[in-house]
């Protein structure tokens, strides 16, 4: 099986954790039922500190830490502690919360860390979401929106907003309000069902984000596939009790890895919206792009000399690189077939560690010995690749194309 991120890994890229049962909020669109009946036999409600340690201790150091999962997070009393304990030792940390259970000390500990992401779920107006508009909470929104404010990604809201909140939004934040059925998780008529075919690949997430499938924790390490596995349908493992690699390699784990490639192995994933099938793959969507513009000399209307500029660049390049060897290449680069755009040759990382190594039989090599290709594209696999950038012009690179750029303009 080709999908390299997936595989030899002693420990995950990223992992999502529910650190509590039971949520007040009782949402509408969040099948909450499913999980306690699913969860029922399990005897930890919360997750302790040390369960929580012992999980992270299973993420490679530097990787995702997603606090969010299928309850509010903050129903757990430690949930600020766990926050700064996994970004104080190096972990990329994303929180989703509606903040309900926030209290001034939490702020007080939040406002220290430097967020991926933070989106915050706030009320609507038909109660969707079963908020207590309380004047604790109140205090501790508007609190939110002063001391938090810069770090805000999004809101996220079941409805039309309610309008003892609408005032304290600020206003350059993205607001969202789709809705889905939790891979078929919830009946409600209004929502759309999905079963994609052939190929898929988990496109949830963020734009930043885009393409992660991370396993979510539950209190007791238990390890089901995903956030909308309300079920507990696939049941990896337990992190308390396995290490992760032990858990990737095991039967369930595989069984999904097979049903990504496969139509006929039923799994979740094949009745959830995050699933996207090959057509419709970023790079799946480059890769015609190219196609069109080679065989009839027709460019998207919007973008269309950025897309002519990427387009000459890979087709007069006598060799391709790709620079980046860290959590966007591996979430990405096999896993979302941008090999097969790409056809690098070559992968190249300031971490000397890789130096020497081969992925997929491809040399990862010093960045100085790209000076030896001519007619070099190198393509930046990294986020935040203005630095990158700078470096290989230095080094007299010219042709470089920022993945990134890429997925903005899809």
Not at 83 to 92: T, V
Not at 213 to 228: F, N, S
Request: with cysteine; charged share 25%.
């Amino acid at each position: 099986m080709r999908i390299y991120f997936m595989e030899n890994s002693k420990k995950a890229r990223a992992l999502e954790f529910t650190l509590a049962l039971g949520c007040s909020l009782q949402c509408k669109y969040c099948p909450q039922e499913k999980l306690q009946k699913a969860y029922r036999l399990h005897k930890v409600r919360k997750m302790s500190m040390d369960t929580f340690k012992r999980c992270l201790s299973q993420i490679e150091l530097g990787g995702g830490v997603i606090i969010s999962g299928m309850v509010e997070p903050f129903h757990n009393e430690n949930c600020a502690e766990m926050i700064k304990y996994a970004f104080d030792n190096g972990y990329k940390v994303r929180l989703f919360t509606s903040l309900t259970g926030v209290t001034e000390k939490d702020l007080d500990i939040l406002e220290k860390i430097s967020f991926d992401e933070l989106t915050i779920h706030i009320p609507d107006q038909k109660f969707n979401s079963k908020f207590r508009l309380t004047k604790e909470y109140l205090n501790i929104f508007e609190q939110t929106m002063k001391r938090l404010g810069n770090q805000i990604s999004a809101y996220s809201v079941h409805g039309e907003i309610h309008e003892s909140v609408k005032d304290m939004l600020l206003k350059d934040k993205v607001i969202t309000s789709s809705m889905f059925d939790r891979a078929g998780n919830l009946e409600y008529e209004e929502l759309p069902k999905t079963k994609p075919k052939g190929r898929i690949r988990c496109m949830a997430g963020s734009a930043t984000n885009i393409g992660i499938w991370t396993p979510e924790v539950l209190p007791d390490g238990t390890v089901a596939l995903c956030c909308m596995d309300y079920g507990m349908q696939h049941v990896l493992g337990n992190l308390v009790r396995q290490e992760w690699k032990e858990i990737a390699e095991g039967e369930e784990y595989q069984k999904i890895l097979k049903g990504f490639e496969d139509d006929s192995i039923n799994n979740l994933c094949r009745s959830c919206s995050g699933a996207r099938e090959e057509k419709n793959w970023p790079s799946s969507m480059v890769k015609k792009i190219i196609e069109q513009y080679n065989e009839k000399g027709v460019l998207p209307k919007k973008n269309a000399e950025k897309w002519r500029e990427y387009i000459e660049a890979i087709a007069n390049a006598k060799h391709i690189a790709v620079f980046g060897m860290g959590r966007l290449f591996y979430d990405q680069y096999f896993y979302g077939a941008w090999d097969e755009v790409m056809q690098a040759e070559v992968f190249s990382d300031n971490n000397s560690n890789m130096w020497g190594q081969e992925i997929q039989g491809i040399p990862c090599v010093n960045p100085e010995k790209l000076k030896e290709y001519e007619d070099l594209l190198v393509v930046v696999f990294v986020k935040n690749d203005m630095e990158i950038g700078e470096q290989l012009k230095k080094m007299n690179i010219k042709t470089i194309i920022p993945i990134m750029n890429i997925y903005s303009i899809l």
